[in-house]
């Protein structure tokens, strides 16, 4: 039998992502960013079993899809002055001021950032300054909590990156042991980030979402569920990304 495979059902009108793999328990989970329902099984579960669990947690499963069709989208961002936009967790004013000199972005107070940019600059060419800036300052916290949680952990990842990323907040190839982890958790709380790194990190221990990798995460961050809970209600951008 493979070690894992694919395939949809529809419970109640609610559209469920079955995923059938190696674990002993099945898991049930509602994602952003309008609350896709995914269950996990056993390879020996079949679908009426899996069918009857969702049917068991469909008060639940709705109350969440409810909580993702109230949350909040940004929309999609112009770099103007006045747009709000956030850096680990906490809220910013945009203001866009001409320079002749290079291009910089600053956080000038508790509540305002700073784009420094020629007067002809195009919208384009702003969104790749400030991309640069938020990956500068996520790179600086990250790569602090990297050396703390490889440490406490006990692995070292061969590479650690950030980049843009569509369909999660990061990603860990446990062959390579290289992590990647999704520039916009620069707009995140820190605690979430925390929450990301441990949990790719932990995956260079146990590549799977088994009992293994939950005790793992129970042991080394207690409070991984609220934190992830908080990261999948913060506010989405008009890209939308999930865990």
């Keep these: 039998m493979a070690s894992s495979s694919n395939s949809t059902l529809s419970v109640s009108g609610i559209k469920v992502e079955l995923v059938r ?19 996990a099984v056993p390879l ?6 899996a069918r009857l669990a969702i049917v068991n947690k469909l008060p639940w499963l709705k109350k969440q899809i409810a909580a993702f069709d109230k949350q909040q989208r940004l929309s999609e961002p112009e770099a103007v002055t006045g747009e709000s936009w956030y850096l680990f967790g906490q809220r910013y004013r945009l203001r866009v001021t001409d320079t002749a000199s290079k291009p910089e ?8 950032i700073d784009l420094h ?16 800036w938020y990956r500068n300052q996520l790179r600086e916290v990250s790569d602090s909590l990297f050396s703390q949680w490889e440490s406490r952990i006990g692995v070292k990842p061969t590479f650690r990156g950030i980049k843009r990323m569509k369909t999660k907040w990061g990603s860990c190839n446990h062959e390579t ?19 990301i790194i441990v949990h790719e990190l932990i995956h260079l221990v146990e590549p ?3 009992e293994k990798f939950l005790k793992l995460m129970d042991k080394h961050l207690p409070s991984w569920e609220a934190l992830r809970a908080t990261l999948n209600s913060t506010p989405l951008a008009h890209e939308d990304w999930h865990y």
């Excluded at 328990?25 to 269950?39: A, E, K, M, Q, T």
């Excluded at 940019?117 to 640069?132: F, G, Q, V």
């Design 21 to 39: 793999k190696e674990i002993k328990n099945l898991h049930i989970g509602v994602y952003p960013p309008d609350g896709r329902v995914r269950i």
């Design 44 to 49: 020996h579960i079949d679908n009426e079993a």
């Design 105 to 112: 972005v600053v956080r000038s107070t508790k509540t305002r």
């Design 117 to 132: 940019a020629p007067l002809d600059c195009s919208r384009t060419e702003r969104l790749k300054i400030l991309d640069r």
């Design 177 to 195: 042991s290289r992590i990647w982890i999704n520039a916009e958790l620069a707009k995140k709380p820190i605690e979430c980030l925390e929450f």
């Design 208 to 210: 799977n979402h088994d």
